[in-house]
Structures are given as structure tokens and as C-alpha cells.
């Protein structure tokens, strides 16, 4: 199985920008597709943003779109979130996920390799 792991959560105010990593050891990392998704208490879990194994194509939630930006270094076999202009309503869990195909982990298919998750609180 993938083991992935997120980094980079924390305390942040409104508008500010925090930059997640999700890192793997895993060999084949780099042909999958990778994402983010979030969950907040007492919500179900969100999508927030794809890129494409290839990293040609991204797709973001409308909630984040302008606004967080998904990235990826195969070489260091870690995906970025950056995210910027972070208001209280981003405040949630976030899982790093990947698949097989970009359109899986939009799906959250049950294919889908999840990290553990990093919290993410943002103040008013």
C-alpha cells in the first residue's frame, strides 16, 4: 500500500497563507495522482484540489478555486497545497490522497490511498 504523510498544518490568522506537503517513500509515487481533500467537525470530507500524475491537469474545489494552488515535485515524491488568503472556513483536517487517475481522487474512490491527515486551524 502507499504511505503517505502530511506536514505543514498549523495556527494561521485570516488571510494568511500556509504551504502543506504530503510526502512518500513510496517507489511508484510518482505515477499516481495526487490530492487533498479536507474535513471539518462535524462535516462530511471535502475535495479541495487534484493534480494529474503528469501534472498537467489540476481541478480545485469551487470553495478554494483562486485561492489555493496544488503542485508537485516527483523528484522529492511530495504534493504541495499552497494556500493562501485562508479564512476560518478552511479550517478542517487535511488528507492527502492518491489514485490511480485524477478523476478517481476527485471521486475519493475507494481506491484511494489516504495520509493520516494535518489539522488546519485559521482565526478570525
Known amino acids: 500500500q502507499v504511505q503517505l504523510v502530511e506536514s505543514g498544518g498549523g495556527l494561521v490568522q485570516a488571510g494568511g497563507s500556509l504551504r502543506l506537503s504530503c510526502a512518500s517513500s513510496?517507489?511508484?509515487?510518482?505515477?499516481?495522482?495526487l490530492g487533498w481533500f479536507r474535513q471539518a467537525p462535524g462535516k462530511e470530507r471535502e475535495f479541495v484540489a487534484v493534480i494529474s500524475w503528469g501534472g498537467a491537469t489540476t481541478s480545485y474545489a469551487d470553495s478554494v478555486k483562486g485561492r489555493f494552488t496544488i503542485s508537485r515535485d516527483n523528484a522529492k515524491n511530495t504534493v504541495y497545497l499552497q494556500m493562501n488568503s485562508l479564512q476560518p472556513e478552511d479550517t478542517a483536517v487535511y488528507y492527502c490522497?492518491?489514485?490511480?487517475?485524477?478523476?478517481?481522487?476527485?471521486?475519493?474512490?475507494?481506491?484511494?490511498?489516504w495520509g493520516q491527515g494535518t489539522q488546519v486551524t485559521v482565526s478570525s
Open positions: 513510496e517507489r511508484t509515487f510518482s505515477s499516481y495522482a
Open positions: 490522497a492518491a489514485g490511480i487517475s485524477w478523476r478517481t481522487v476527485v471521486a475519493g474512490s475507494t481506491n484511494v490511498y
